[in-house]
């Protein structure tokens, strides 16, 4: 079984940053890809990044392309999202997934269907 902590978020004003992570543990061998989520209330959970745990492949929703950057310590066991330019409507829960090798990690990261998932951490951008 694999197990996932998000810790990061906060509160900022419009432009500014946060970096997010997501602490990896138990059967940590068996993740292939990981991914980022956030939904805000009354909303549908939206994709906003993905990579492999080797590195060779992301995935960036274009609402945060060039805004946002996902990278993985793999010998820390953690993922990470760094936030900059925030704006309001990035406001929302944010989760951490990741699925087994045997997934394509492009097909999951649209699908949005992953094995393991986080308790999401809050980020809030205010005007």
């Known amino acids: 079984d694999v197990q996932l902590v998000e810790s990061g978020g906060g509160s900022v004003q419009t432009g500014g940053s946060l970096r997010l992570s997501c602490a990896a543990s138990?059967?940590?061998?068996?993740?292939?890809?990981m991914g980022w989520f956030r939904q805000a209330p009354g909303k549908e959970r939206e994709r906003i990044a993905a990579?492999?745990?080797?590195?060779?492949?992301?995935y960036y929703a274009d609402s945060v392309k060039g805004r946002f950057i996902i990278s993985l310590d793999n010998a820390k066991n953690t993922l990470y999202l760094q936030m900059d330019s925030l704006k309001p409507e990035d406001t929302g829960m944010y989760y951490c997934?990741?699925?087994?090798?045997?997934?394509?990690?492009?097909?999951?990261?649209?699908?949005?269907?992953?094995?393991?998932w986080g308790q999401g951490t809050q980020v809030t951008v205010s005007t």
């Open positions: 138990g059967y940590t061998s068996s993740i292939y890809c």
């Open positions: 997934a990741a699925v087994p090798p045997g997934t394509a990690c492009y097909d999951a990261f649209v699908r949005g269907r992953y094995n393991y």
């Open positions: 990579i492999t745990t080797g590195g060779g492949t992301t």
